[in-house]
């Protein structure tokens, strides 16, 4: 017998499971999604963790012939992601705002960046940067947030004494686990994939794969960080 | 008096899988699993321990759209065909067994057992509705009920758009407080997702308290005088938990957990794959695609060796030890902690209920034991539900704000969002664009119009293309194609209503479909997503 289904809110209407197939199929057809998603101009961040930012952008039509002249043999570009941060350098100090470049290619529209420090309030700017030219920007971004990778500075006795009990603390990029370092530690996600898994029933085992560097595909070009920012460890990578 | 508290959370949540459109899709047996190997286990250990009048209480959170879909007739009927197949399955292995295999023949008749208990529970105490076993749990007060986002939406990368989050967070409320008459006083966020800013939404939205992973409590702006051992005002009188690591780590971890003891059940060994296909092929997917049955013949085992027949009673019996040894360690925990602390410490335990029967076949086994014993005497901590803990011990809290943090990879939200899945990213930012857009023009339309309808079902449609399962699966790299597919027609079907709202040519028939085929939160209000005054 075939079944039919009737909307709760127009029970007067019965569909049988072909025409429900076929009208998701229409119109996933006729309103797939198409191009990178965004339809106006933008610039936007997302934090990630404590040392990286997501960043995605949609060029104006209008803005792209300044930034295909800029190409470079290779899929170089002149295409610069400035990342600026806002710092407290020291107390009694005003508020500064150091920058970074990131060079961007135009064979796509996001980036992963990695941040010298955690906690740092972030905006950006995708603008080109020729040679002896200023930074001519395109796009302004939203401001974020990173999160903190560590505690605040000041703890007290009480939370001292507590200390056995905090563990796995997440870790900076300069100590992030290994392959085979992660795979012997408490690895929730591990489990919880594992979990998810066993419920698709598809029992094929998930074997994680250490995070791949995306950043390295977003080449920091130049660091212009402040010496405030520049005293800490900071992945400086001065490539080409 | 006791000296402090432990509260057990367990997370309940599956993504929205329904439909109508197909005769018996296979996503849809992620629900029916999840009936058959966690919940009904579970209630029935809720059933024993209130039958023996055990004192205990426990926090559950049930997902909005878990919720939606055991309340839901068609999965409802569906699952019960499920189990049905599965009995019959269980009673042509007593058969098969008796004369072909005896050393497995106890197991086949264990099998046969439970699936018959899982059909009278599930079709003659409950009706069908699993949720009539949680609301009688909440109501002889073991179990306290909370809610969580309305499609589990990974809130700390939604929030480009506060409204996605608003709706989000206000669309679970409302749904919770429909299916179930009570208003939660907590929240579970999706993923254990946190960010600073949160929880003006949440006092809005009229819940109480949340949970952070340990390091978003420990990195909190000002540090935790108590560590995760007490839970942190966040400035507005909305209360942070912290989960505590070592609880975390005595079940959950791959190495040291409980659940990968030898004696315990393997669960990659089922009959789906090891029988030959002609016999289980009425019993698993069209075209004899062998999937898990559920019926599992062989234990942990250990190391290289032939998987040894499972043995329930050294299974029980090492259960009932992994019990006495997390209930050592919480004694030992509290003992530790009390001397340093101004308030009695809470311990608290979160787990993702699926764990329990599903992966860890002994989970609730091991759960009712440990409750049972800490139900004795000479117990120095209690059982308790966070709204007691906050109503009767944890003032005054400390005030602090939680450091943004999630449960995933390294304690952020690296698993969410990296080159697997952040293609989603631009897309449902967009729509929430729009979906504002929609909401702030379309603010004042008559409730029950067909344009009212149409603006409810683009939001729905929203939501569901925001699941946090999505963009996990496609990370993990299970039924990608169905994660993918599943945020694409989404989306989709938000922007073929964007359309047809903004050009006003809404066609009833194909509205009409989209709303049996995405069935759910029938009240949804779309001025969530109102951002004009």
């Keep these: 017998m075939t079944r039919s289904w009737r909307s709760r809110y127009s029970p007067h209407l019965t569909f049988s499971s072909e025409q429900l197939r076929q009208v998701g199929q229409t119109i996933s057809e006729e309103f797939s999604l198409r191009g990178s998603g965004a339809t106006v101009p933008e610039l936007v961040l997302m934090p990630v963790d404590p040392y990286h930012l997501h960043a995605y952008w949609h060029i104006d039509a209008g803005d792209t012939p300044a930034v295909q002249k800029g190409q470079q043999p290779g899929g170089k570009s002149d295409l610069r992601l400035r990342i600026f941060c806002q710092y407290k350098a020291q107390p009694g100090q005003s508020n500064s705002e150091p920058w970074f470049d990131v060079a961007v290619g135009t064979e796509r529209n996001w980036c992963d960046v990695r941040l010298p420090l955690d906690n740092l309030r972030c905006r950006a700017a995708l603008g080109i940067k020729s040679d002896n030219q200023p930074f001519a920007p395109l796009l302004f971004s939203n401001r974020v947030q990173a999160p903190k990778a560590g505690p605040s500075a000041v703890r007290t006795a009480a939370a001292e004494r507590l200390k056995g009990a905090q563990l796995d603390r997440p870790t900076a990029p300069s100590d992030r686990p290994t392959a085979s370092a992660a795979s012997n530690r408490y690895d929730e996600r591990l489990i919880d994939a594992i979990i998810r898994q066993a419920l698709s029933d598809q029992n094929i085992r998930v074997k994680l794969k250490p995070q791949a560097d995306r950043e390295q595909d977003c080449k920091t070009e130049q660091t212009l960080i402040a010496p405030a920012l520049s005293s800490h460890t900071i992945a400086r990578r001065h490539i080409e | 008096m006791k000296k402090g508290f432990l509260s057990i959370i367990l997370h309940a949540h599956l993504p ?35 039958a023996a009048g055990t004192r205990y209480k426990l926090v559950l959170s049930l997902s909005p759209t878990l919720i939606a879909m055991l309340d839901n007739e068609l999965l409802r009927e569906r699952c019960l065909n499920h189990i049905k197949q599965m009995l019959a399955l269980a009673d042509k292995e007593m058969e098969r067994t008796r004369v072909h295999a005896p ?106 308290y949340f949970f952070a992973d340990s390091h978003g409590i420990l990195h909190a702006s000002e540090s935790p005088r108590l560590g995760v051992h007490a839970p942190l005002d966040c400035g507005n009188g909305v209360a942070a938990f912290g989960r505590d690591p070592d609880c975390s780590r005595r079940v959950w971890s791959a190495t040291e957990g409980y659940p990968g003891d030898f004696d315990y059940r393997e669960y990659y060994s089922d009959i789906g794959f090891e029988l030959d296909l002609d016999y289980i092929r009425p019993h698993v997917l069209e075209g004899g695609i062998r999937v898990n049955t559920g019926i599992k013949y062989h234990k942990v085992t250990g190391g290289d060796r032939p998987k040894e027949i499972y043995n329930p009673v050294a299974a029980a019996n090492k259960a009932n030890e992994h019990a006495f040894d997390f209930l050592t360690q919480r004694r030992k925990q509290i003992e530790h902690l009390t001397p340093h602390m101004e308030k009695p410490p809470i311990i608290v335990a979160p787990y993702d209920a699926e764990l329990f029967g599903h992966w860890w076949f002994e989970g609730p086994l091991w759960l009712e034991s440990f409750i049972r014993q800490a139900d004795m005497q000479d117990n120095n901590f209690e059982l308790i539900g966070c709204t007691d ?18 449960w995933g990879e390294n304690g952020y939200h690296r698993y969410w969002l990296n080159d697997k899945n952040d293609w989603i990213y631009p897309h449902l930012h967009q729509a ?102």
């Design chain 2, 16 to 50: 929205f899988v329904h439909h109508p459109e197909q005769p018996s899709p296979f996503e849809e047996r992620w629900l029916f699993e999840a009936i058959t190997d966690c919940y009904i286990p579970l209630i029935r250990m809720f059933d024993r321990l209130l």
């Design chain 2, 103 to 208: 050393a497995y023949h106890n197991l086949a008749c264990m099998y046969q057992r439970l699936l018959s208990d899982n059909l009278y529970v599930y079709e003659t105490c409950y009706q069908t509705n699993l949720l009539n076993a949680f609301i009688k749990h909440l109501e002889a007060g073991h179990v306290e009920l909370i809610t969580s986002a309305a499609t589990h939406g990974f809130l700390p990368l939604l929030n480009q758009h506060e409204s996605a989050v608003r709706a989000q967070l206000f669309a679970g409320v409302q749904a919770f407080e429909q299916a179930l008459d009570i208003h939660p006083s907590g929240i579970w966020l999706p993923e254990c997702g946190y960010y600073p800013g949160l929880e003006r939404l949440l006092k809005k939205a009229g819940l109480h």
């Design chain 2, 389 to 406: 803990y906050l109503v009767d011990h944890a003032q005054p809290m400390q005030k602090a704000t939680p450091s943004e943090s999630s």
């Design chain 2, 432 to 533: 929430c664009r729009h979906m504002e857009d929609l909401a702030n023009d379309y603010r004042n339309i008559p409730s029950d119009s067909l344009m009212d309808r149409a603006l409810k079902q683009a939001a729905r449609s929203l939501l569901l293309a925001q699941a946090s399962d999505w963009p996990f699966i496609m990370k993990s790299g299970t039924t990608v194609e169905y994660a993918a597919k599943r945020v694409t027609d989404h989306l989709a079907r938000f922007n073929y209503l964007y359309d047809s709202i903004t050009n006003n040519r809404i066609d009833h028939h194909q509205l009409s479909a989209l709303e049996i085929m995405d069935d759910i939160f029938p009240d949804i209000d779309y001025h969530y997503y109102c951002t004009a005054d």
